[in-house]
């Protein structure tokens, strides 16, 4: 019995949506229990898929919550590495 396990931010995708529609994670729910039908004739009625939805606060990149990791990034003409990244934010 497959168990797929997804994690995903609770954030919009659009600027009129501030999370993840029910009806996106149904997609999600029913696209995956495909893929393991398809991929490894794993029956629908025996995957089991949990959906995650994690607060942006809750987590980050490059060793800096996300938020102000996605502001460097915006102000940045290059990927720095990160400690670039970890040193512009000390600054």
């Not at 229990?33 to 987590?59: A, G, H, M, Q, R």
């Amino acid at each position: 019995m497959p168990i797929v396990n997804i994690q995903i931010t609770r954030e919009g995708t659009l600027p009129e949506y501030t999370r993840v529609t029910r009806e996106q994670k149904a997609q999600l729910i029913e696209g995956v229990s495909k893929l393991l039908l398809d991929v490894l004739n794993k029956p629908l009625n025996s995957t089991f898929v949990v959906i995650d939805e994690v607060d942006v606060e809750n987590w980050g990149w490059g060793g800096l919550p996300v938020e102000e990791y996605r502001k460097l990034m915006a102000a940045s003409a290059h990927r720095p590495d990160t400690t670039e990244l970890v040193s512009i934010a000390k600054e």
